[in-house]
């Protein structure tokens, strides 16, 4: 068993104050969110809250607070499932609820870079274990007798000597009056009877049985419906606009302009559109109408993008223009120069977008002085402080809720709807929701980057690799990761990047830039290997274990042991090495997030196309909390990035979005998702790491890779089945 410092969470736990003529006061901070004495002697005797995350009712029903935004990610299960754990509970005892934005209680609010069970692994262990410790020393105190002496299982507490229980209810008042110690004791992983086991998603019932949750559900007496009309075009912008025939319609109550520029933007606050027309109304369809009978004039303000323009640019970033080396190692340029073999690719992907299957929306109730923010949002904090320069009201008179989302893969970092939602609120004086369409999401977005990659390597006679050149460009930035594999495998190494320019809004998409990079490198390992004439896992294999005897460099971000260790799973789970007539197999292995996977597709002919018959996938994320819910995750990781891999691109013409729904954006459809996915994880004593990404990224790699084995030709293009039929054409 082992112990951590509760000082490690003092935001969690403690509260400080500074003392009248100095010094400094250190309170538990079980009633932090009580503002004052009176308030703490009028807590209801039925309920105490032992600190930010937990509450044990005299019936001992544990109710623990989910502090991270649910996106699908399964946190609103694994998070107060670690703290359960180390509290001793029964699960059947424990009911989970969504907790409010309150950053002086909980830290990193945060939904994104698959970090929330990797941040909140130690405050969430010593939530539940310094909550166990008070119930047991009021237990001890009310019966006069060593804490020592005492045990606890399923939420109750045993004396030893005579066998005495009493359950954590019971106690749950006097533990209040518990000094909280420096220190509290933690399991040791061996003795774990919840992390590790299967337990079902707790909002799963009401999911499948339509049961409110979302924020499109959200609804409240006196509430506007309003839709934005936005600008049809990247670089252009309102000029006027006739709202005659709108708000003749019915049902409809105001046609109106706003603007949501503020001065002094986050990271978060990306948005291309500021100046929107907007109407509200009584109901959503009624409002629809009313947009679409709106006449605008627009004027163009900036550059009317083009896909084929992407295209020229992308290439001249690549062969013409010079980028910014971040890492160097040795001499490639010089070795490739004089190599046996040299071998040389380029390869590319669109723009996409995230296509949440719940459009954005968000509900806000603004008045002179406060303002109630309400929807799905993966940044609670960011969108409060935005909305204080927004509205001009204090951070703390504004409150943020999360609802659970359909969806987020990164596009609900970006939070320009809850800001249109508040300053809608604050023009009409009321309750409003804002709900955008699937052609407004689709238009409207913050898409993925489009990138290109070149890479350059060189082996010797015996198949080794002995130089590796990469360069990559990005509209706006390069997706190249300078220290990742085959850095530090490789005497002589480098790593460029070339940036273009656009007025297109990017941002984070699931497994940001890795969700490229693996895609390329892997496949242009998967080349090298077959020149080197050597096995696609043995070449990684040898790479990885020169990274390991005698890595180049002190900046390797990876541990190459780790790495080859998924490699070595999926190759004896899949029988890599049997031969299996009909089956066309690929193999890529990457690591993001924190964590390590490697993938084996498995194809199949089906008449003139290709069926997926099997994904095999090996996973080290270190501890697994929940298997169940870290399955979902892999295999839902998987079906994505098959389907984006290849079928979907967003393109565009004169700044405008070509593709506005599911008719021409092109989605993995069931009958060509995988027919089976079989998932291992390496057993580990490693702290959790992400898991919500890293299984997206290989396996674009391993589903190009199965494919050259079955056509014969090498795909350098995404999306890969658009790549097929140009090729197809070409040969034609």
């Known amino acids: 068993m082992g112990s951590a410092k509760t000082s490690m969470g003092r935001r969690s736990f403690l509260k400080t104050m500074a003392m009248g003529g100095g010094g400094l006061m250190v309170g538990f901070s079980w009633m932090s969110a009580l503002a004052s004495d009176s308030d703490i002697e009028n807590l209801p005797d039925e309920m105490f809250d032992i600190n930010a995350y937990i509450q044990i009712a005299p019936d001992g029903t544990v109710t623990i607070l989910s502090p991270n935004p649910e996106i699908g990610q399964n946190v609103k299960t694994s998070m107060p499932l670690i703290v359960a754990e180390e509290l001793d509970v029964d699960w059947e005892q424990v009911k989970v609820e969504q907790a409010p934005l309150n950053t002086s209680k909980y830290t990193r609010q945060l939904a994104g870079g698959s970090q929330s069970i990797r941040q909140g692994w130690d405050s969430l262990r010593m939530a539940g274990a310094t909550a166990r410790y008070l119930l047991v020393a009021a237990a001890a105190k009310k019966w006069g007798v060593n804490v020592n002496n005492l045990s606890t299982a399923d939420g109750v507490i045993t ?13 749950a008042s006097e533990a209040v009056n518990i000094p909280v110690p420096e220190e509290v004791p933690l399991k040791n992983p061996d003795d774990f009877k919840l992390i590790g086991k299967y337990i079902k998603n707790v909002d799963g019932k009401e999911i499948v049985t339509g049961k409110p949750l979302f924020g499109l559900d959200f609804t409240r007496e006196g509430m506007a419906i309003a839709m934005i009309k936005h600008p049809p075009s ?15 319609m019915p049902g409809i109550y105001d046609v109106f302009t706003i603007n949501t520029s503020i001065g002094e933007p986050q990271w978060s606050d990306v948005n291309a559109f500021h100046e929107l027309v907007v109407v509200t109304g009584e109901t959503t369809w009624q409002v629809k109408k009313a947009k679409d009978a709106l006449k605008v ?15 020229r640019k992308l290439r001249e970033a690549i062969t013409d223009r010079t980028g910014e080396v971040q890492r160097k190692d040795g001499t490639p340029e010089t070795v490739a120069e004089s190599a046996a073999r040299v071998v040389e690719r380029t390869y590319t992907a669109p723009f996409l977008a995230h296509n949440t299957l719940e459009p954005m929306n968000f509900f806000a109730d603004v008045s002179s002085d406060r303002a109630e923010l309400i929807g799905p949002i993966q940044t609670p904090e960011q969108l409060r402080g935005s909305a204080s320069q927004l509205l001009g009201i204090p951070e703390s008179n504004i409150m943020v809720d999360m609802t659970r989302m359909g969806g987020g893969f990164g596009r609900r970092l970006y939070g320009n709807f809850g800001l249109e939602a508040a300053a809608i609120s604050k023009k009409i004086g009321g309750p409003v929701k804002l709900i ?42 390069s997706p190249l990761f300078a220290n990742r594999y085959p850095a530090g495998a490789v005497d002589h190494y480098s790593s460029e990047n070339v940036g273009v320019e656009t007025n297109i809004t990017t941002g984070a998409w699931r497994a940001p830039r890795s969700n490229f990079t693996a895609a390329a490198e892997q496949s242009f390992i998967d080349e090298l290997a077959e020149v080197a004439g050597k096995d696609p896992i043995d070449f990684r294999l040898e790479l990885f274990d020169r990274a390991m005897k005698n890595p180049v460099g002190e900046d390797n971000d990876y541990d190459a042991e780790r790495y080859a260790g998924v490699l070595k799973l999926v190759r004896e789970k899949s029988n890599w090495d049997k031969e299996m007539p009909g089956v066309y197999r690929g193999v890529a292995a990457y690591y993001c997030h924190n964590s390590y996977v490697a993938q084996v597709v498995d194809l199949v002919k089906d008449g003139d196309s290709h069926r997926i018959q099997k994904v095999w996938c090996a996973v080290d994320c270190g501890i697994v909390v929940n298997r169940e819910g870290a399955i979902n995750q892999v295999e839902g990781g998987i079906v994505d990035g098959l389907g984006h891999a290849l079928y979907s691109r967003l393109t565009f013409d004169n700044g405008t979005p070509d593709q506005d729904n599911f008719n021409d954006y092109r989605l993995i459809r069931n009958p060509e998702a995988p027919q089976e996915i079989e998932v291992f994880f390496v057993d580990s004593d490693v702290h959790p790491t992400g898991l919500g990404e890293p299984p997206l990224p290989p396996v674009m790699a391993a589903m190009a890779n199965a494919l050259y084995k079955a056509t014969g030709q090498r795909y350098y293009n995404q999306p890969l089945m658009v790549a097929e039929q140009e090729m197809a054409t070409r040969e034609s």
């Open 159 to 171: 004396n030893k000597n005579t066998g005495d229980t009493i359950g954590y209810g019971e106690v």
């Open 234 to 248: 990247f670089g252009m912008k309102m000029k006027s606009f006739d709202a005659t025939e709108a708000k003749s």
């Open 297 to 311: 004039e627009w004027e163009t303000t900036g550059d009317l993008e083009n896909s084929a323009d992407h295209t």
């Open 436 to 477: 955008y369409t699937r052609e407004d999401d689709m238009t409207q977005g913050t898409y993925r980057p489009a990138y290109a990659i070149n890479y350059k390597a060189s082996l010797d006679d015996n198949g080794n690799l002995q130089s590796f050149q990469a360069k990559g460009a990005g509209i706006p930035s």
